[in-house]
């Protein structure tokens, strides 16, 4: 079981030996690394459950039929291996990891070879920190300069509007007193026409 449990890792070994080769365009492939990983994560499991340590936890099994055990474990690591490529074949499709592992090596590969950098640390961190919180402190500040003018041309558009609707309640008191005035004046002179046209009448009895 020794000689058999060596020649596992030997086959593992000579198996995650290779590497994934780059693309024709120079750039690197990260879906075949990403497939290259599994692949290597996959022998090291097996290589952890070797049949070695399979048949030692079977032993009785082992030494009475070691041709089944070693079926039963070529079968076991088949569908463990299976099942395992499956479920990162469901989570690959379900997060489109192969579409954005595709953008990333466009993006390196309309990178180029530049290396310049934006940034670089100066050795301060101060000012490090500084050059870092001013620009986005100032663009606070003139966002909330902007927010605060609207805000008050706002407040004086219905400032503006409250006035105009207290005139207009103004003017409408004013216009119902001029009413109401007007009622009791005509009431007033309609009272003194019945009553000049009652007094005649009154004398004559």
Not at 33 to 39: A, S
């Amino acid at each position: 079981m020794e000689v058999e449990e060596r020649n596992d890792v030997v086959e593992g070994a000579s198996g995650s030996s290779q590497e994934p080769g780059p693309s024709a365009a120079g750039a690197p492939q990260r879906m075949l690394i990403f497939d290259t990983l599994v692949d290597r994560f996959l022998e090291g499991l097996v290589e952890a459950g070797s049949y070695s340590r399979f048949a030692r936890c079977y032993r009785r099994i082992y030494k009475l039929q070691p041709e089944i055990t070693r079926s039963i474990y070529d079968q076991f690591v088949a569908q463990l291996q299976k099942s395992i490529k499956d479920e990162i074949q469901e989570l690959k499709e379900e997060g489109n990891l192969e579409a954005l592992l595709d953008s990333l090596d466009n993006l390196e590969t309309e990178a180029g070879g530049r290396t310049d950098l934006e940034w670089r640390p100066s050795g301060v961190p101060e000012e490090d920190l500084r050059s870092h919180l001013v620009p986005y402190l100032l663009q606070q500040r003139e966002y909330l300069r902007k927010i605060l003018k609207e805000q008050i041309e706002e407040n004086a558009k219905l400032s503006q509007s409250v006035l105009a609707g207290r005139k207009r309640i103004e003017q409408m008191q004013k216009e119902i007193e001029r009413r109401q005035q007007a009622w009791q004046e005509l009431s007033k002179v309609q009272r003194e026409m019945i009553l000049s046209i009652q007094t005649p009448n009154d004398s004559e009895l």
